[in-house]
């Protein structure tokens, strides 16, 4: 078993920055793949930032260029830096690391993290 454990996330103004942050229980993140999701209110939880084990990342057309994803193996922790935050922006965040187990697919989750965009 994995434990995520997310902070970071607060009221912020638009224009503004934050950092969000999730820990896991163990080492776990160098060699899986790792993600950021959001959900808004009323909508979908939706991929907006991934990184792979080998350290290619991808983003969401909406968060490309604005938020950063990155992991600290030795932290066993990933980061999602988000700048330039605009309202729409405004959801609960989540981390997901997946793993492999015999081939079967196996994705942990972190308990969110609330991150409110306003003036």
């Known amino acids: 078993q994995v434990q995520l454990v997310e902070s970071g996330g607060g009221l912020v103004q638009p224009g503004g920055s934050l950092r969000l942050s999730c820990t896991a229980s163990?080492?776990?993140?160098?060699?899986?793949?790792v993600a950021w999701y959001r959900q808004a209110p009323g909508k979908e939880r939706v991929l907006i930032a991934s990184?792979?084990?080998?350290?290619?990342?991808n983003y969401a057309d909406s968060v490309k260029g604005r938020f950063t994803i990155s992991r600290d193996n030795a932290e066993n922790t990933m980061y999602l830096q988000m700048t330039n935050l605009k309202p729409e922006d405004t959801a609960v965040y989540y981390c997901k690391v997946r793993t492999f187990i015999l081939n079967t697919p196996r994705d942990y989750w972190g308990q969110g993290t609330q991150v409110t965009v306003s003036s």
């Open positions: 990184l792979s084990s080998s350290g290619a990342s």
């Open positions: 163990r080492s776990i993140f160098s060699s899986n793949r």
